[in-house]
Protein backbone atom coordinates (compact mmCIF):
# COMPACT_ATOMS: atom_id res chain seq x y z
CA UNK A 1 0.00 0.00 0.00
CA UNK A 2 1.23 3.21 -1.06
CA UNK A 3 1.98 6.39 1.47
CA UNK A 4 -1.06 8.06 0.08
CA UNK A 5 -3.48 5.10 0.70
CA UNK A 6 -2.34 4.54 4.42
CA UNK A 7 -3.26 8.45 5.38
CA UNK A 8 -6.59 7.54 3.42
CA UNK A 9 -7.01 4.39 5.51
CA UNK A 10 -5.55 6.72 9.01
CA UNK A 11 -7.68 9.26 7.91
CA UNK A 12 -11.12 7.46 7.50
CA UNK A 13 -10.27 5.70 10.71
CA UNK A 14 -10.03 9.07 12.31
CA UNK A 15 -12.89 10.25 11.22
CA UNK A 16 -15.14 6.99 12.03
CA UNK A 17 -13.79 7.35 15.60
CA UNK A 18 -14.72 11.32 15.85
CA UNK A 19 -18.22 10.28 14.92
CA UNK A 20 -18.56 7.57 17.67
CA UNK A 21 -17.00 10.05 20.02
CA UNK A 22 -20.14 12.15 19.70
CA UNK A 23 -22.56 9.91 18.71
CA UNK A 24 -22.94 9.84 15.26
CA UNK A 25 -23.33 7.25 12.77
CA UNK A 26 -20.44 5.59 11.29
CA UNK A 27 -19.94 6.84 7.46
CA UNK A 28 -22.12 10.20 8.13
CA UNK A 29 -18.85 12.34 7.41
CA UNK A 30 -17.58 12.18 4.04
CA UNK A 31 -13.68 12.74 2.89
CA UNK A 32 -12.87 15.42 0.45
CA UNK A 33 -9.35 14.79 -0.93
CA UNK A 34 -8.01 18.33 -1.36
CA UNK A 35 -5.00 17.86 -4.15
CA UNK A 36 -4.30 21.50 -4.87
CA UNK A 37 -0.79 21.34 -6.32
CA UNK A 38 -0.42 17.89 -6.32
CA UNK A 39 -0.03 15.58 -9.59
CA UNK A 40 -2.22 13.48 -11.19
CA UNK A 41 -0.58 10.53 -10.17
CA UNK A 42 -1.12 11.44 -6.45
CA UNK A 43 -5.25 11.29 -7.31
CA UNK A 44 -5.00 8.25 -9.22
CA UNK A 45 -3.35 6.83 -5.98
CA UNK A 46 -6.07 8.02 -4.15
CA UNK A 47 -8.60 7.00 -6.86
CA UNK A 48 -7.27 3.36 -6.25
CA UNK A 49 -7.43 3.15 -2.58
CA UNK A 50 -11.83 3.81 -3.30
CA UNK A 51 -11.48 8.06 -2.55
CA UNK A 52 -13.47 9.84 -5.83
CA UNK A 53 -13.89 13.02 -4.41
CA UNK A 54 -11.75 15.46 -4.82
CA UNK A 55 -10.86 19.14 -3.97
CA UNK A 56 -9.22 22.18 -6.24
CA UNK A 57 -8.21 25.71 -5.44
CA UNK A 58 -6.70 27.07 -9.00
CA UNK A 59 -9.10 27.04 -12.26
CA UNK A 60 -6.29 26.24 -14.53
CA UNK A 61 -4.55 23.54 -12.84
CA UNK A 62 -8.30 21.66 -11.62
CA UNK A 63 -9.70 22.30 -15.19
CA UNK A 64 -6.18 20.85 -16.62
CA UNK A 65 -6.73 17.13 -13.84
CA UNK A 66 -10.83 17.20 -15.08
CA UNK A 67 -9.63 16.99 -18.32
CA UNK A 68 -6.52 14.09 -17.93
CA UNK A 69 -8.66 12.33 -16.03
CA UNK A 70 -11.82 12.48 -18.62
CA UNK A 71 -9.44 11.54 -21.24
CA UNK A 72 -7.04 8.97 -19.43
CA UNK A 73 -9.53 7.26 -17.19
CA UNK A 74 -13.03 7.41 -18.45
CA UNK A 75 -14.19 4.44 -16.57
CA UNK A 76 -13.02 6.23 -13.09
CA UNK A 77 -15.76 7.77 -11.57
CA UNK A 78 -14.78 11.22 -9.96
CA UNK A 79 -16.48 14.07 -8.42
CA UNK A 80 -14.96 17.24 -8.60
CA UNK A 81 -15.17 20.53 -5.92
CA UNK A 82 -13.97 23.38 -6.64
CA UNK A 83 -12.80 25.38 -3.55
CA UNK A 84 -11.17 28.08 -4.00
CA UNK A 85 -11.23 32.07 -4.25
CA UNK A 86 -13.52 32.31 -7.68
CA UNK A 87 -12.31 35.64 -10.27
CA UNK A 88 -15.89 36.33 -11.82
CA UNK A 89 -13.52 36.08 -15.20
CA UNK A 90 -12.90 32.66 -14.91
CA UNK A 91 -16.02 31.37 -13.84
CA UNK A 92 -16.70 29.83 -17.20
CA UNK A 93 -14.33 27.13 -16.49
CA UNK A 94 -15.17 25.98 -13.27
CA UNK A 95 -19.03 25.82 -14.65
CA UNK A 96 -17.42 23.77 -17.25
CA UNK A 97 -15.53 20.89 -15.61
CA UNK A 98 -16.89 20.88 -12.27
CA UNK A 99 -19.93 19.02 -10.02
CA UNK A 100 -19.61 20.84 -6.78
CA UNK A 101 -18.28 24.81 -6.18
CA UNK A 102 -17.87 25.47 -2.30
CA UNK A 103 -16.90 28.91 -2.39
CA UNK A 104 -19.61 31.12 -4.04
CA UNK A 105 -19.45 34.34 -1.55
CA UNK A 106 -21.44 37.20 -3.59
CA UNK A 107 -24.23 37.31 -6.28
CA UNK A 108 -22.53 37.90 -9.26
CA UNK A 109 -20.71 34.85 -8.92
CA UNK A 110 -23.73 32.90 -8.51
CA UNK A 111 -25.26 34.13 -11.71
CA UNK A 112 -22.49 33.31 -13.70
CA UNK A 113 -22.02 30.27 -13.12
CA UNK A 114 -25.42 29.52 -13.30
CA UNK A 115 -25.29 31.09 -16.86
CA UNK A 116 -22.25 29.39 -17.66
CA UNK A 117 -23.54 25.92 -16.51
CA UNK A 118 -24.00 23.62 -19.69
CA UNK A 119 -27.50 22.37 -20.14
CA UNK A 120 -26.10 19.12 -20.83
CA UNK A 121 -25.01 18.69 -17.01
CA UNK A 122 -26.80 18.53 -13.91
CA UNK A 123 -26.99 21.56 -12.05
CA UNK A 124 -24.09 22.60 -10.01
CA UNK A 125 -23.88 21.86 -6.67
CA UNK A 126 -23.32 25.11 -4.24
CA UNK A 127 -22.63 26.09 -0.91
CA UNK A 128 -22.16 29.95 0.27
CA UNK A 129 -18.97 30.43 1.69
CA UNK A 130 -19.37 31.73 4.98
CA UNK A 131 -17.05 34.29 7.29
CA UNK A 132 -17.38 32.92 10.76
CA UNK A 133 -14.34 34.44 12.12
CA UNK A 134 -15.52 38.26 11.79
CA UNK A 135 -12.57 40.44 11.12
CA UNK A 136 -10.00 37.48 10.97
CA UNK A 137 -10.85 36.42 7.40
CA UNK A 138 -11.59 38.28 4.30
CA UNK A 139 -13.06 35.60 2.47
CA UNK A 140 -17.26 34.50 2.51
CA UNK A 141 -20.23 36.41 3.35
CA UNK A 142 -21.42 37.56 6.98
CA UNK A 143 -24.33 35.81 8.65
CA UNK A 144 -26.95 38.33 7.62
CA UNK A 145 -25.70 37.84 3.75
CA UNK A 146 -26.39 34.28 3.62
CA UNK A 147 -29.83 34.66 3.41
CA UNK A 148 -29.85 36.79 0.86
CA UNK A 149 -27.51 35.08 -1.32
CA UNK A 150 -29.22 31.65 -0.58
CA UNK A 151 -32.98 33.06 -2.29
CA UNK A 152 -30.62 34.44 -5.18
CA UNK A 153 -29.44 30.55 -5.81
CA UNK A 154 -32.54 29.20 -4.91
CA UNK A 155 -34.39 30.99 -7.99
CA UNK A 156 -31.26 30.11 -10.63
CA UNK A 157 -32.32 27.00 -12.55
CA UNK A 158 -28.85 25.38 -12.96
CA UNK A 159 -27.71 25.65 -9.16
CA UNK A 160 -28.80 23.54 -6.55
CA UNK A 161 -27.66 25.08 -3.12
CA UNK A 162 -26.70 22.41 -1.06
CA UNK A 163 -25.27 24.16 2.23
CA UNK A 164 -22.61 26.00 3.56
CA UNK A 165 -18.35 25.93 3.97
CA UNK A 166 -16.31 27.87 6.21
CA UNK A 167 -12.63 28.38 6.73
CA UNK A 168 -12.31 29.73 10.21
CA UNK A 169 -9.01 31.45 11.49
CA UNK A 170 -6.69 29.35 12.03
CA UNK A 171 -6.77 28.38 15.92
CA UNK A 172 -5.56 25.07 17.69
CA UNK A 173 -7.41 25.39 21.03
CA UNK A 174 -10.34 22.79 20.95
CA UNK A 175 -13.14 25.01 21.98
CA UNK A 176 -12.34 27.66 20.02
CA UNK A 177 -12.15 25.57 17.09
CA UNK A 178 -15.85 24.21 18.06
CA UNK A 179 -17.16 27.74 18.48
CA UNK A 180 -16.11 28.95 14.92
CA UNK A 181 -18.33 25.23 13.61
CA UNK A 182 -20.95 25.53 16.10
CA UNK A 183 -21.47 29.05 14.20
CA UNK A 184 -22.00 28.08 11.01
CA UNK A 185 -23.83 24.65 11.89
CA UNK A 186 -26.45 26.90 13.00
CA UNK A 187 -26.63 28.90 9.90
CA UNK A 188 -27.16 25.83 7.90
CA UNK A 189 -29.83 24.36 10.34
CA UNK A 190 -31.50 27.52 9.65
CA UNK A 191 -30.75 27.27 5.60
CA UNK A 192 -32.60 23.45 5.74
CA UNK A 193 -35.78 25.60 7.13
CA UNK A 194 -36.59 27.46 3.98
CA UNK A 195 -34.83 24.91 1.38
CA UNK A 196 -35.31 21.38 2.66
CA UNK A 197 -32.30 19.80 -0.42
CA UNK A 198 -29.77 21.83 1.83
CA UNK A 199 -27.83 18.72 3.50
CA UNK A 200 -24.03 19.71 3.81
CA UNK A 201 -21.93 22.10 6.25
CA UNK A 202 -18.24 21.75 4.97
CA UNK A 203 -15.69 22.32 7.28
CA UNK A 204 -12.92 20.92 8.96
CA UNK A 205 -9.67 20.00 7.29
CA UNK A 206 -6.46 18.75 8.86
CA UNK A 207 -5.76 20.38 11.50
CA UNK A 208 -9.43 21.16 12.94
CA UNK A 209 -10.88 18.10 11.69
CA UNK A 210 -12.38 16.63 15.18
CA UNK A 211 -13.63 19.79 16.13
CA UNK A 212 -15.57 19.97 13.20
CA UNK A 213 -17.66 16.60 13.26
CA UNK A 214 -18.55 17.38 16.65
CA UNK A 215 -19.89 20.69 15.29
CA UNK A 216 -22.05 18.61 12.76
CA UNK A 217 -19.98 18.55 9.75
CA UNK A 218 -20.97 16.55 6.90
CA UNK A 219 -17.64 17.25 4.74
CA UNK A 220 -14.12 17.48 5.84
CA UNK A 221 -11.40 18.72 3.36
CA UNK A 222 -8.25 17.37 3.63
CA UNK A 223 -5.17 18.26 2.13
CA UNK A 224 -1.81 17.89 3.95
CA UNK A 225 -2.91 14.81 6.27
CA UNK A 226 -3.58 12.53 3.00
CA UNK A 227 -1.09 14.34 0.42
CA UNK A 228 1.83 15.56 2.27
CA UNK A 229 3.01 19.21 2.75
CA UNK A 230 2.63 21.43 -0.26
CA UNK A 231 5.38 23.16 -2.10
CA UNK A 232 4.03 26.41 -3.31
CA UNK A 233 7.22 27.54 -4.88
CA UNK A 234 5.50 27.37 -8.79
CA UNK A 235 2.01 29.12 -7.72
CA UNK A 236 4.03 32.66 -7.15
C1 LIG B 1 -6.04 23.77 1.09
C2 LIG B 1 -7.43 23.72 1.58
C3 LIG B 1 -7.87 22.67 2.38
C4 LIG B 1 -6.98 21.55 2.86
O1 LIG B 1 -6.16 22.00 3.89
P1 LIG B 1 -5.18 21.01 4.70
O2 LIG B 1 -4.82 21.80 5.88
O3 LIG B 1 -4.04 20.71 3.80
O4 LIG B 1 -5.96 19.77 5.04
C5 LIG B 1 -9.20 22.66 2.74
N1 LIG B 1 -10.05 23.62 2.34
C6 LIG B 1 -9.67 24.65 1.57
C7 LIG B 1 -10.65 25.68 1.16
C8 LIG B 1 -8.34 24.72 1.16
O5 LIG B 1 -7.97 25.76 0.40
Not at 42 to 58: P, T, V
Not at 91 to 98: G, L
Not at 161 to 168: D, Q
Amino acid sequence: MSNIQQNIQHITSQINAAEKKCGRPQGDVQLLAVSKTKPVAAIYDALQAGQCKFGENYVQEGVDKTQYFADNHPELSIEWHFIGPIQSNKTRPIAESFAWVHSIDRAKIAQRLNDQRPVALLPLQVLIQVNTSGEASKSGVSGDEVFELARLISELPNLTLRGVMSIPENVSDYQSQLAAFKTLAEVKDALVKQYPQVDTLSMGMSGDMEAAIEAGSTLVRIGTAIFGARDYSNKA
